[in-house]
C-alpha cells in the first residue's frame, strides 16, 4: 500500500517555495537558468555560441532569436533568472 502524505508534503513545500520568492525560483531551482537573446539577426550565430559555451558549463539555458521591439518587458514577465542579450 502506497502512503500519499509524502507526495502532498512536496506539493506543499513547492508552493512554500513558489510563494516565498515570488515566483521567481533562485537560479539553481529554477528549470532555465538563463536566456540568450538577438536584438537584430546579426547577432543569431554569436548567440548559439554562447548558449553551447553555456551548457557545456552545465547551466540549463534557452535562445530566444525572435527580432521583437519589446522583448525587454516581456522577459521580464517570464521570470527568468538571467537573460542575456548580444
Given amino acids: 500500500m502506497l502512503h500519499r502524505a509524502l507526495f502532498g508534503s512536496l506539493e506543499r513545500f513547492t508552493g512554500i517555495l513558489l510563494e516565498h520568492y515570488a515566483g521567481k525560483l533562485p537560479a539553481r531551482l529554477s528549470p532555465v537558468q538563463a536566456v540568450v537573446m ?18 557545456r558549463k552545465g547551466l540549463r539555458c534557452e535562445t530566444d532569436l525572435r527580432n521583437e521591439k519589446n522583448w525587454i518587458q516581456k522577459s521580464g514577465s517570464r521570470r527568468w533568472p538571467a537573460f542575456l542579450s548580444s
Fill in 38 to 55: 538577438t536584438i537584430t539577426d546579426k547577432q543569431h550565430r554569436y548567440a548559439e555560441q554562447v548558449l553551447k559555451a553555456l551548457r
